[in-house]
């Protein structure tokens, strides 16, 4: 998804935000920023209604990408695909939230697990916590690593 502004240009892909901006309408140079949605989390997502002068756009979608405040204006004839990129936002938000809580429940359960139960043998209760934490990171790492998010408006 892409929405283009004078002096910018914002792209959504399945993976990234990526931000294209210039200097002036006509310039050649480009700063070009891309965000991994794996690496920063997506927050404070917003649809607002802009003012009625001449140079504001009929809408704003803003959101926080880790420490990096972004905010889009989006002309009339887009505002249901920037309806539909605030529904996808707010949803990988929320996903964020959920594999950050069970990353959470993981690692305190494997720091639960790495602890010897007093009276037994060290070597056959060390191995046996080990395969168990080893088992339980590999399905964690699988459920929580990065991936193409695809979601359905």
Not at 8 to 36: C, M, N
Not at 93 to 104: P, T
Not at 117 to 135: E, F, L, R
Request: proline share 2%; aromatic share 8%.
């Amino acid at each position: 998804m892409m929405f283009k502004a004078a002096k910018e240009i914002h792209l959504f892909t399945d993976l990234a935000y990526i931000s294209i901006k210039g200097e002036s309408a006509v310039s050649q140079k480009r700063f070009v920023d891309r965000i991994e949605f794996f690496e920063q989390i997506v927050s404070n997502v917003c649809f607002e209604t802009a003012g009625m002068g001449i140079t504001d756009r009929d809408v704003e979608l803003k959101f926080e990408m880790g420490a990096t405040a972004i905010s889009i204006d989006i002309w009339k004839a887009e505002i249901e695909s920037a309806k539909k990129l605030y529904r996808a936002l707010l949803i990988l938000s929320h996903e964020q939230a959920k594999n950050r809580e069970m990353l959470h429940y993981a690692t305190n359960a494997l720091g639960r697990m790495a602890p010897v139960a007093p009276g037994s043998t060290a070597d056959a209760a060390g191995v046996a916590n080990a395969q168990m934490a080893i088992a339980t990171a590999s399905t964690f790492h699988n459920q929580l690593s990065p991936h193409s998010l695809q979601i359905r408006l």
